[in-house]
């Protein structure tokens, strides 16, 4: 059977050498099973026809039928088009064709019922219907109802490979299937109903109905969705098994002695969750590598001090790591002056640290005078050196390469717990995906007291008015932040408007009574400190800066984050922004400043700031309107390389497929029943295949 799956393409009638080196190229196919997984990527229902009245109103593919009345070709090479004006009793509409011109023109027939399939695009006042499906009508099988659609590429098409030349060969080959060795177990073709393997090719080939392809489609999602997560959870039991970790027997004096006078406030129900998580790490004998979701605000800072206290307290070194200097110094400075009373030595690295004062940090740390070392990427270097080093927590992680992360691990001769933290939060199916071997803590909860953050979306022409609340609140002894774009590509562009912009701010907002701060990314560190000091210690109003200020800053009395050109922001990073403001006792606003023409997508994301507050549920709708690539980074979902399953639009089976992985290794730990076999065989194969991409730490 496997034979004939691995057939070379070439021998499939209709395809040929020449063919076969192109599906090859351009598709990797190389084999009769690699054109079997060649999914339609949807289906078109052929038993509608709509008019070309109509056709003006569809933002879809629509079926027409009526006569060709003049056919036209023009242009040479890339220049080269054909077009054909296409009439029904409502009206006309011009067909048009720049690829594949010398398969299609012999195919066009004045005075011949015809039979159109493609999506109306409007130019300018007029409409046309680029790259159709054209038929004669008396042709047209009355046993199509569900017709699948293939991708393709040009140099296919000019082949004759467009989607219908791909979905002939495809059927060529589904008429020849013989019965194909299952790839998932007979327990969960039962359990949960799916069609068996051969079947599934059929039907989401050449559908008999919707339903048998919407299961056709479910089975080979579950199934490329259940390998993953069994490969994630096996890889995840063999790091577990192979890594030794320290053991942090008790919490220690130092945890207790903190928790009982230390603690500036009482714990939130979720922190305390996630302590008592960690707390259960520590006692495994296992490395912890565990990722800590929250909230921007929710109150990791504390969370990682207490974490690192406890590896204090069990006489261990601890590390904090942040991905920019303003942040690690924050953090430097909250934490010195929580464990003033507290006998831990804390000191602080970064890249700007003297030489001097650096070689002597360096030996104080190998022989064990500092407890906590607090810092940026500077810490990485091989120079700096721990005497026992027990535990690292890394902010922000989303800023820290995989290198970086591995990097920390190799400071002791047993790697030290790590957990890793993250404000930007994860949808629940990319964590359960991309951090599969990642044990998940999230504080959903935030601290109380908190006022809601009230968003508002404005245009240029309410600018007075905005102003005119922005003198409102420094009235009041609130403080501003006036954020910019900048994206890499027209930094010069950026660059401009957030002087322009600061120009303006500043006539509007003049001196002696008003005072404005500016940072951005052309600034030495040392600037930028000086600035960003300035606004912390409340002598300037108004902080004018691009992104640069999106990590983690907390200045508890700015009130007011304004983002001009909002509609150039991601919406975690408009998230992001929104809040460095509502950090304390007074009312906060975020105000988002855009143009009058917005994209839909730009609407949507504009919307849901105003609508909603809650960081994992703009987390969801990222994903939907971005997709996993671009979330996730496309090389690491790039990596993934998922036929058919969509992360964003599948996350019911997600769920149902890391369930049931689980559920099978909870039963059959080494996956060695009988009535696993299949199981183990497939995936002993996917583990040899690829490298270990899912580790972060
Ligand atoms: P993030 O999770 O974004 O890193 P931080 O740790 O900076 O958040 O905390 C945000 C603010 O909330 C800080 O000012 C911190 O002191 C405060 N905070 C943290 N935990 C609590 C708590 N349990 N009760 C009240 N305030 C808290
Ligand atoms: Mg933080």
Redesign the pocket.
């Known amino acids: 059977m496997s034979t004939f799956l691995q057939t070379s393409i070439e021998f499939l009638k209709g395809v040929g050498p020449q063919r076969a080196e192109l599906l090859k190229s351009e598709l990797g196919i190389y084999t009769f099973e690699d054109l079997l997984n060649h999914f339609p990527f949807r289906y078109v229902d052929r038993s509608q026809y709509h008019t070309i009245a109509e056709s003006q109103y569809c933002d879809m593919a629509i079926q027409l039928k009526g006569y060709i009345i003049e056919i036209n070709e023009s242009g040479v090479g890339r220049k080269r088009k054909l077009t054909a004006k296409f009439q029904d009793q409502t009206g006309m509409i011009e067909l048009i064709w720049f690829q594949g011109i010398k398969w299609i023109l012999p195919t066009l027939k004045k005075g011949v019922e015809m039979q159109v399939y493609g999506k109306p695009k409007q130019y300018g006042p007029k409409w046309n219907m680029p790259h159709p499906e054209i038929i004669e009508f008396s042709k047209v099988k009355d046993d199509v109802g569900l017709q699948p659609v293939y991708s393709t590429t040009e140099k296919l098409t000019n082949s004759g490979l467009h989607s219908k030349g791909i979905e002939k060969l495809i059927k060529t080959l589904v008429d020849q299937l013989p019965t194909l060795n299952e790839s998932l177990s007979k327990q969960l073709l039962v359990k949960l109903n799916l069609l068996d393997r051969t079947t599934a090719y059929k039907q989401i080939h050449q559908p008999k109905t919707e339903e048998f392809a919407n299961r056709a489609r479910n089975r080979f999602k579950f199934e490329e969705l259940f390998y993953l997560q069994m490969e994630l959870l096996v890889r995840k039991q063999i790091s577990v098994q192979k890594t030794k970790g320290f053991i942090f027997e008790e919490v220690g004096e130092l945890f207790n002695d903190f928790y009982k006078r230390g603690l500036?406030?009482?714990?939130?129900g979720a922190?305390k969750r996630v302590i008592k998580e960690i707390r259960k790490d520590f006692l495994k004998g296992h490395h912890m590598n565990r990722l800590l979701q929250?909230?921007?605000?929710?109150?990791?800072?504390?969370?990682a001090l207490l974490t690192t206290l406890i590896g204090i307290g069990n006489n261990y070194q601890a590390a904090i790591i942040a991905p920019t200097e303003i942040l690690a110094i924050q953090h430097f400075e909250?934490i010195k002056e929580m464990l003033k009373d507290f006998p831990v030595e804390v000191a602080l690295l970064t890249g700007s640290t003297k030489t001097k004062d650096r070689r002597e940090l360096h030996e104080r740390l190998l022989n064990g005078d500092i407890h906590l070392l607090i810092g940026t990427h500077a810490l990485l270097e091989d120079s700096v050196q721990f005497n026992n080093l027990g535990i690292v927590v890394i902010?922000e992680q989303h800023r820290f390469g995989v290198a970086q992360r591995a990097k920390m691990r190799s400071k002791n001769t047993t790697p030290p717990h790590v957990l890793v933290?993250t404000?930007t939060p994860i949808p629940r199916t990319l964590a359960m995906t991309f951090y599969g071997d990642l044990d998940v803590s999230v504080?959903d909860e935030l601290?109380?007291?908190r006022k809601p953050i009230t968003t508002v979306h404005k245009k240029e022409q309410n600018r007075l008015t905005v102003f005119g609340f922005i003198r409102e609140e420094i009235e009041k002894g609130r403080q501003i932040y006036i954020v910019y774009p900048l994206i890499h590509e027209s930094e010069t562009l950026d660059f401009n408007n957030l002087m322009d912009g600061y120009e303006a701010i500043s006539r509007s907002f003049p001196l002696p009574k008003y005072k404005v701060s500016m940072v951005h990314g052309k600034m030495k560190p040392e600037e930028k400190d000086f600035e960003m000091q300035r606004f912390v210690n409340g002598e300037t109003q108004i902080m004018v800066a691009t992104t640069v200020i999106e990590v983690?800053v907390?200045v508890?009395n700015a009130s007011v984050m304004i983002i001009e050109s909002a509609e150039r922001f991601g919406l975690s990073q408009l998230h992001q922004l929104r809040?460095r403001v509502g950090?304390g006792a007074e009312k906060s606003y975020c105000i988002l400043m855009t143009g009058d023409k917005l994209s839909k997508e730009t609407k949507k994301r504009l919307d849901t700031m105003v609508r909603t507050n809650d960081g994992f549920e703009i987390a969801e709708v990222d994903l939907q309107l971005r997709g996993p690539g671009d979330i996730m980074g496309t090389q690491q979902s790039g990596e993934l390389n998922l036929r058919i399953a969509d992360l964003a639009k599948d996350s019911q089976t997600v769920v149902l497929a890391r369930d049931e992985a689980r559920a099978l290794l909870a039963d059959d730990p080494s996956v060695e029943k009988p009535e696993n076999f299949i199981i183990r065989e497939l995936l002993t194969k996917i583990l040899k295949a690829k490298p270990n991409w899912g580790r972060i730490a």
């Open positions: 500036p406030f009482d714990l939130t922190q929250g909230d921007v605000g929710a109150g990791k800072t504390l969370v909250t902010d933290m404000a504080i601290p109380p007291g983690g907390n508890p809040g950090r």
